[in-house]
């Protein structure tokens, strides 16, 4: 069983749309994050989400929002895309960072054309 | 800003060889963490280190955490091309639990047969 699964894997659209990347854990965590990997491969936290609550926003644009159904699920929500917003995006889990660190899902690729 | 600056950036050696690379920051932490990133995935926990001057090993993997926390390296004994990838170093930012992680710009190792 994947332990951090995210769908799609590869996402093409173009500028303006609206779209949804979704990701799920099966390890339990309390805590599920989201971080932004650019073409550089420089990793930035995005969002955090800890028992349903956002507990971390690095000013993203408003035009980004995460949704927590549940503690397993932290979906991403991205409207109005622009081409800025290419890159690979990564949902994380984890119980405590400080000791344990994250554990990754596989990716998921958008290209805004 | 808590930073964490990775050399070298690109590594290219022969099978065989040894290498290190290097984590450094102006900034104390709590723990440091080394994860390896192949391409098309997202990356993995390598290993975790907490006390000042800690050295752990994964195999030919040697990982030391500087004596006043700041800084780290990672040497590879005998280099095969299934350790190519990115290495990423990653930190707690503020300390403390369920906060995020910051990550460096990674070292991108490729080793030839």
């Known amino acids: 069983d994947t332990a951090v699964s995210q769908t799609p894997k590869y996402l093409v659209t173009q500028m303006g749309n609206d779209k949804s990347i979704k990701c799920e854990q099966n390890?339990?965590?309390?805590?599920m994050y989201w971080y932004k990997q650019d073409s550089k491969k420089f990793l930035k936290i995005m969002f955090s989400?800890?028992?349903?609550?956002?507990?971390i926003n690095e000013t993203v644009p408003n035009r980004f929002s995460p949704k927590s159904p549940d503690k397993a699920h932290l979906n991403l929500h991205i409207n109005s895309l622009e081409l800025g917003d290419s890159a690979v995006y990564f949902c994380a889990s984890s119980q405590d960072p400080m000791y344990y660190g994250y554990t990754f899902g596989s990716g998921t690729r958008l290209t805004v054309v | 800003t808590q930073l964490l600056e990775q050399s070298p950036q690109f590594l290219s050696i022969q099978e065989g060889e040894n290498l290190t690379v290097y984590c450094n920051s102006s900034s104390v932490f709590s723990s440091l963490q080394w994860y390896r990133q192949e391409p098309g995935e997202g990356p993995v926990l390598l290993v975790t280190?907490?006390?000042?001057?800690e050295v752990k090993k994964l195999k030919r993997l040697t990982f030391q955490f500087g004596d006043a926390r700041k800084d780290s390296s990672l040497h590879i004994t005998a280099a095969q091309p299934g350790d190519t990838g990115l290495y990423l170093c990653?930190?707690?930012?503020?300390?403390?639990?369920?906060?995020?992680?910051?990550f460096g710009k990674g070292t991108k190792l490729s080793v030839k047969p």
């Open positions: 390890l339990g965590h309390d805590t």
């Open positions: 990653a930190a707690d930012a503020m300390g403390g639990s369920q906060g995020n992680l910051i």
């Open positions: 989400y800890n028992n349903k609550e956002l507990i």
């Open positions: 280190v907490v006390t000042g001057g």
